[in-house]
Structure formats: structure tokens, C-alpha cells
């Protein structure tokens, strides 16, 4: 056979191997109304989309190989009171636009609306309805799992400790939660030891915390918003966190809670409105920059000997207690550009923009209000301020206290204003 022959049939069979080695196109499965969810999965192969047609499907799903499973016109998938309405056991599954409803109320069990098993890596579940589900979903030892634009409401006529919680990660490698909007849950956001993960532009309201961190490190948190909870965000035992560009308003408890927290960022917050603004406890080697801490009952409640934190350029203005301290020694905040204090008696000279007495937190008038809180309505009194300089000027009479060398005369944030009056709504 000539040597040119030889080559074609050579060329040919690569040629034919490359055809074999493409993977077959995805085919696209129909369920229509009075159909079975579960009968399109099974029969399904990896890879294939099943498109659900509107209408109401009553009972239970597992996705146990790589799918889509995608909404027309959001139907209704109705778990029935009892176990997950979805649970997926395979990789590579994306779940979207489905009302998913009425899972299973026994948080032992864990009921969730959709419950990604371990190992269901790059699960992507976005534009869903969560409705009346014990746990929206339960993520547990994924990894690059997406959780995007869902709307989560929780068993609402639960009590508080009985209801699950909107998003639970736990043991999870970068995740990212993104867009969702979460209420009436225990906890809008739970994330155990989970780490490298992005939360961005949520929404977290009605619950007990919005979000609640535990042993987790190398999260970003930022443009979140959390109202109307017990707590805001709370941070508890984790490290080199971001914490940007978030407002957390109107909680009942604290705003941003950072315990047993070390190396991480917080900055660009909005802080308002709440019963304490941040409650800071054993937290060290951390920077609170360009945060804004407006109108709450407590601006700053720090305990716990936290120190060696790098408080830069901050607003606190209008909060009741501007800072609540107790420690044995004076601790130096704004070493470096200072922050905004409202309540600033000082004065400005050489108007460099930076007053030229120290600020005080802690003097024998903030003392006297904490033991006698009626004094509160005296505040703007001659006879409360002849007071606060008396105390100044006689060494004796102060407290430990937080001290600012270089007090901003004017804050860093212009709009502050209409973040007043942001309050947690109380039952006459």
C-alpha cells in the first residue's frame, strides 16, 4: 500500500477518535403538570436538563446525578409537611426557578427545602422561592457550591429556637452566597467551620441573628443588609475576615457583635439604630475603619480586654453611650487620623480639621449616667457640661477610658443624617 494511503487511514481514525471523545449533547426533558419530577430524573443521563412546567408537584426529589433542573413560570414543588423537598447527592447539579415548599418540620433531622448532601460540589441553586421550609437549604462538606438570588421564609409560626436556619454551610470550602433575601428563620445565615466564602448583597431580616459566624476564616462579608433581628451580624471565634461596605440597623440587641475574633477588617460599615452598635469581646490585631455608628442606644460596648485593634477615621454620632468601658487603663484609639465624636467639646484653631484636646469617652459624666439614667435628660444642661471640664481639668475624678489624641471635627460620612431614627420596632 503507498505510504500516502497509510497516512489518510491514520488521519482518518484520529479523526474518528476525536468525534467518540465529544461529549454527547445534553438532551432536555419536559414535565408537565400531573407528571413525575422523580420519573424525568431517573431516566435521565448526566449532564441532560429537565425543564418543570408550572403547576403544583406534590412530594419528594432526589437528584442523584449531575442535572439542571430549571422552572418554567416557578411551579411548585411541595415536600408535604415531612422530610427535604430536594436533596441532591451528586456533583455539578444546578437548581433554578422553583418554588420549593413545606419541607419537614424535626430539626433533628434537619428538614430542609433543598439539603445538599456531602459531596455535591458546585451545586448552583438560584432565582428560588423558599416557602414554609424548616432549613431554606443545608449545605454540608461542599465545595464552590453558588447560592444566589433566593427568597427564603421560614416556618413563621415556629417558635424562634425550633425554626431551622435560612442558609446552614457548614464544613464548606469556598461557597458564595449571593443576593439572597432571608426572614423568619432562627438564623438568616449560619456558617460553621466553613471557609473561604463570599457573602454579598443579602438581605437578612426577622430573625434571630442575620447572620452567625462560628470558626470560620477568609470570609468576605460585604453590601449585605441586616434589619429587624436580634443581632446583625455576629462573628464568633474566626479570623482574617472582611467585613465591608454592610448596614446592619434597627437590631434589637447589637449591630455587629466581633468575639474571640483576631487579623481581620471591618470597614465602610453602617451601624444604626441598634440596642448596642458594635459589641466587641476578646477581639485583638483587627482594623475598625471609615465605619459609621449612629443613633444606638450603646455606639461601642468593648469588653473583654480586647486590644491592640486599629480604630481609624470612624463616625460616632447621636448614640446614647458613645462608648461602653471598663478596663484598668486608658485605651489610645485614632493614634493615627482620629475619629468623628459628636459629642466633641473641644476646638479647632489652626482649623486643620483636627480639635485640639483630646476626646475622652469615659469622664465622671458618662459614669454618673450609667448609675443615674435620669440624668440623661440634663445632657444639654450649662450645669452637666461645667461638669464634664471640671472633670477634665482634675485628674482624680476620671475613669480608664477610651481616648481619642486626634478627634475629627467633622464626620467622614456626609449622609449620616438619614440614618437616624432607624430603630427596632417595639409594641406599645
Not at 62 to 79: E, H
Not at 265 to 291: M, W
Not at 320 to 328: C, G, L, S, T
Request: charged share 20%; hydrophobic share 40%; with cysteine.
Amino acid at each position: 500500500m503507498p505510504p500516502n494511503h497509510t497516512l489518510y487511514r491514520l488521519g482518518a481514525a484520529l479523526a474518528l477518535l476525536a468525534v467518540l471523545a465529544l461529549p454527547a449533547s445534553a438532551a432536555t426533558w419536559r414535565v408537565q403538570p400531573g407528571e413525575s419530577i422523580q420519573a424525568a430524573v431517573d431516566r435521565a443521563a448526566p449532564g441532560d436538563v429537565i425543564e418543570i412546567e408550572r403547576a403544583r408537584y406534590e412530594g419528594h426529589v432526589l437528584v442523584d446525578k449531575p442535572l439542571t433542573l430549571r422552572g418554567i413560570n416557578r411551579p411548585t414543588l411541595d415536600g408535604l409537611l415531612e422530610g427535604n423537598v430536594i436533596s441532591v447527592r451528586a456533583e455539578d447539579v444546578t437548581i433554578e426557578g422553583l418554588i420549593v415548599a413545606n419541607s419537614g418540620g424535626d430539626t433533628y433531622y434537619q428538614h430542609a427545602g433543598i439539603y445538599l448532601y456531602p459531596g455535591s460540589h458546585r451545586a448552583i441553586v438560584r432565582n428560588c422561592d423558599f416557602s414554609y421550609t424548616l432549613f431554606g437549604l443545608w449545605i454540608e462538606k461542599v465545595e464552590d457550591v453558588l447560592i444566589e438570588n433566593n427568597l427564603i421564609t421560614g416556618k413563621r409560626d415556629f417558635n424562634s429556637p425550633l425554626r431551622g436556619n435560612g442558609i446552614q454551610l457548614y464544613n464548606t470550602q469556598r461557597a458564595r452566597i449571593i443576593g439572597n433575601n432571608v426572614s423568619f428563620v432562627r438564623d438568616a445565615i449560619y456558617v460553621d467551620v466553613s471557609h473561604d466564602a463570599i457573602f454579598r448583597g443579602n438581605i437578612l431580616h426577622h430573625s434571630r441573628y442575620g447572620t452567625h459566624y462560628m470558626t470560620s476564616y477568609r470570609n468576605i462579608w460585604e453590601d449585605n443588609e441586616t434589619y429587624y433581628n436580634r443581632g446583625g451580624l455576629a462573628l464568633m471565634e474566626v479570623r482574617d475576615q472582611v467585613v465591608r461596605n454592610n448596614r446592619a440597623w434597627g437590631n434589637s440587641d447589637h449591630g455587629i457583635m466581633l468575639r474571640t475574633i483576631q487579623d481581620s477588617v471591618i470597614e465602610g460599615n453602617i451601624v444604626a439604630g441598634n440596642q448596642r452598635g458594635f459589641f466587641i469581646y476578646d477581639a485583638y490585631f483587627n482594623e475598625l475603619r471609615g465605619n459609621a455608628i449612629i443613633d444606638n442606644i450603646v455606639g461601642i460596648h468593648l469588653w473583654a480586654g480586647s486590644k491592640d485593634n486599629q480604630v481609624e477615621r470612624n463616625d460616632f454620632i447621636a448614640n446614647r453611650e458613645q462608648i461602653r468601658f471598663v478596663a484598668a487603663r486608658d485605651m489610645i484609639w485614632g493614634a493615627n487620623e482620629g475619629n468623628h465624636w459628636s459629642n466633641y467639646l473641644g476646638w479647632d484653631r489652626n482649623g486643620d480639621g483636627i480639635g485640639d484636646v483630646r476626646y475622652e469617652a469615659n469622664d465622671l459624666v458618662d459614669r454618673l449616667t450609667w448609675r443615674h439614667p435620669m440624668m440623661k435628660l440634663l445632657l444639654g444642661s450649662p450645669a452637666v457640661q461645667t461638669l464634664r471640664v471640671v472633670a477634665q481639668q482634675f485628674p482624680l475624678l476620671r475613669a480608664p477610658s477610651i481616648v481619642d489624641p486626634n478627634p475629627r471635627m467633622e464626620p467622614n460620612n456626609p449622609d449620616w443624617s438619614q440614618w437616624r431614627g432607624r430603630y427596632f420596632p417595639r409594641s406599645e
